[in-house]
């Protein structure tokens, strides 16, 4: 009974999106609908974002916030609730920790490869007392 029932919600769904596609009226009627439901419900839309995208809910990642004191967990600066990333192994899907999008998007830019990060303060430690160049 229940793969009947998914079948039939499958078809709903495509005749739903043909709808949405062929009828312009149709469509900027449903986009309105959207962005008002939306700015109604910022923390439903939250909930839903964090629970789809890494499988946490909204209150865990505020318990989260709370366990680490509003800090980046890499450079423990201090950011207000919401501009905090969810960091998560891309690889497994596991979130480890909250990053500020500096840290987040470091460890991105370095391919969450740990060697490259000693590679770079090596780099960095070399090149440190490097006296200016003449212009």
Same mark, same amino acid.
């Given at each position: 009974? %229940?793969?009947?029932?998914?079948?039939?919600?499958?078809? /709903?769904?495509?005749?739903? +999106?043909?709808?949405?596609? *062929?009828?312009?009226?149709? !469509?900027? *009627?449903?986009?309105? =609908?959207?962005?008002?439901?939306?700015? #109604?419900?910022?923390? *439903?839309? #939250?909930?839903? @974002?964090?629970?789809?995208?890494?499988?946490?809910?909204?209150?865990? /990642?505020? %318990?989260?916030?709370? %366990?680490? =004191?509003?800090?980046?967990?890499?450079?423990?600066?201090? @950011?207000?609730?919401?501009? !905090? #990333?969810?960091?998560?192994?891309?690889?497994?899907?596991?979130?480890?920790?909250?990053?500020?999008?500096?840290?987040?998007? +470091?460890?991105?830019?370095?391919?969450?490869?740990?060697? !490259?990060?000693?590679?770079?303060?090596?780099?960095?430690?070399?090149?440190?007392? !490097?006296?200016?160049?003449?212009?």
């Amino acid at each position: 009974m %229940a793969h009947k029932d998914r079948a039939r919600a499958r078809e /709903y769904a495509r005749e739903y +999106g043909r709808r949405k596609r *062929k009828d312009p009226a149709y !469509l900027a *009627k449903f986009n309105a =609908a959207c962005r008002d439901w939306y700015r #109604r419900n910022p923390e *439903k839309q #939250r909930d839903i @974002h964090y629970r789809r995208r890494y499988g946490i809910s909204l209150e865990e /990642y505020r %318990a989260m916030y709370r %366990a680490q =004191a509003g800090q980046c967990a890499v450079c423990a600066d201090v @950011h207000s609730e919401g501009d !905090l #990333r969810v960091d998560h192994n891309h690889s497994s899907g596991r979130v480890r920790s909250l990053l500020c999008g500096k840290c987040n998007s +470091g460890i991105g830019m370095f391919r969450e490869r740990p060697e !490259l990060f000693l590679k770079a303060v090596e780099y960095l430690k070399a090149h440190q007392n !490097l006296p200016p160049e003449d212009a």
